[in-house]
Every structure is written in C-alpha cells, then in structure tokens.
C-alpha cells in the first residue's frame, strides 16, 4: 500500500520537472503527507498547476461522508471489478506528485522507510479522483493513489508499492482513451530506477512534519540495485 509520502522539492525545479505554469495555492513542501490531508494532486482539467485535493477518495455518489477508514488507496489488479474506481479510471485520473513515499517493515519493531528515485528526482504517482457535494453545496475533491505488486527493492518491506508512471506517460495518463494502455502502465516500476533508506520513528505520528523526517538514520542503511 502507499499510506505516506513527502514532496519537499524546490518549487522552481517542481514546476520544470513537471511543465507547471504555477497554481492558485502556495507551494509548501510536505515531509509527511497523510490521509484526509489536502496534498497536490494535476488533473487533466488543470494540467499545468497544482491542485489540492483531499487523500482519502469520496464518492460522487455517497450519501455522506464516510465513517470508516478513509480509501488511500486502489489496486490495480481490481480496478474494473470495484464501482467505486471503474468509471473514474475512464474519465478522473491524476498524477499525484512526490518525492518519496513511506513504508513500514513489520519486525519486532515497525520500522520505517523510504523509498525515492536512484536520482533524487521528483516522480508522479498514477492516482484517481472523484467531486462529492455536501448536503450545503460546499464541493470535496478528493483523491486515492493506484496500488501494485512490490518490486525486488520494495518485496523485503511490503507486499504492495504505489504506481510509479514513467515521465513519457504522464500525458497520457491524464488524456488517453485508450483504457488498454492505460492498464499496461499500472506495474511496478523497475527497482533499478529507485533507492531505499531507513528514517526514524517520528513519522509514524502524522502530527510529525519536518525536514528532519526524511533524513536517512545512517548513511550506511541506503540500499539499491546495481
């Protein structure tokens, strides 16, 4: 699953990396982002800019908000079995921007890590959204990310690891009609491109919200493929 991750990049190299004109909100780097948090999200209406969307996806058709635990996340493999996501994967996708995202192994301690690009680079998780409209009118865009099979870096910690496109796909992602090709971008991608390293316990509070978070516990804890 994905259930945290950071976007910290500087706001000039997010907007090149990512063709942005800038957005209506301010930028502000996020070291822990949560559920029900409103992290940044680009849509195909608004695929130049930023927007902020709550995480924890909200039917169009729910009656009202829900009680249980918030949907963070959708599995690739069950897309077109679940109402919920079926007509979103035709017509509401996002890229949810990061950095990094958070994963916990489970051992006697839960311990935490995480997993970026070999580069450092910001990337797009592939994600989908949805609009309910509250009992007042008052509009929630809200958001889940697209969840697949572990890669050989991601398999040691967790069984499951968030949709990472390919920056060639991003476009396409947002505007294909082609919901074949859409599927075949729903995969792991290769552990060769990512890099992995353990953090401390303060992010397992989602009170926690520092640059302190994403600094590896020790230097010698990175690993990676070669």
């Given amino acids: 699953m994905c259930g945290r991750f950071s976007l910290t990049t500087e706001e000039q190299r997010?907007?090149?990396?990512?063709?942005?004109?800038?957005?209506?909100?301010?930028?502000?780097?996020?070291?822990?982002?949560?559920?029900?948090?409103?992290?940044?999200?680009?849509?195909?209406?608004?695929?130049?800019?930023?927007?902020?969307?709550?995480?924890?996806?909200?039917?169009?058709?729910?009656?009202?908000?829900?009680?249980?635990?918030?949907?963070i996340n959708a599995r690739a493999e069950t897309l077109n079995e679940k109402p919920m996501f079926r007509q979103l994967l035709k017509s509401r996708r996002c890229l949810v921007p990061a950095d990094g995202f958070y994963e916990w192994k489970r051992t006697s301690v839960k311990q935490p890590y995480?997993?970026?690009?070999?580069?450092?680079?910001?990337?797009a998780m592939a994600g989908l959204w949805d609009t309910w409209r509250q009992d007042d009118g008052r509009v929630l865009n809200s958001f889940t990310i697209?969840?697949?099979?572990?890669?050989?870096?991601?398999?040691?910690?967790?069984d499951r690891m968030p949709v990472i496109l390919e920056k060639e796909n991003y476009d396409h992602w947002l505007s294909s009609t082609d919901l074949e090709f859409l599927r075949s971008l729903l995969v792991p991608v290769s552990e060769r491109k990512?890099?992995?390293?353990?953090?401390?316990?303060?992010?397992?509070?989602?009170?926690?919200?520092?640059?302190?978070?994403?600094?590896?516990?020790?230097?010698?804890?990175?690993?990676?493929?070669?």
């Fill in 14 to 71: 997010l907007n090149e990396f990512f063709r942005l004109a800038g957005g209506t909100e301010p930028y502000v780097p996020r070291y822990n982002g949560a559920p029900t948090q409103q992290l940044a999200v680009i849509t195909a209406g608004e695929p130049r800019k930023l927007s902020f969307f709550r995480w924890g996806l909200i039917p169009s058709w729910s009656k009202e908000m829900p009680r249980t635990a918030p949907v």
């Fill in 194 to 226: 990512m890099k992995a390293y353990k953090v401390g316990q303060a992010v397992n509070s989602v009170k926690s919200e520092s640059p302190s978070l994403i600094l590896p516990m020790n230097e010698d804890n990175l690993f990676g493929f070669e």
């Fill in 114 to 123: 995480r997993f970026l690009m070999a580069d450092e680079q910001p990337f």
């Fill in 146 to 158: 697209i969840t697949t099979t572990p890669n050989k870096l991601m398999e040691p910690v967790h």
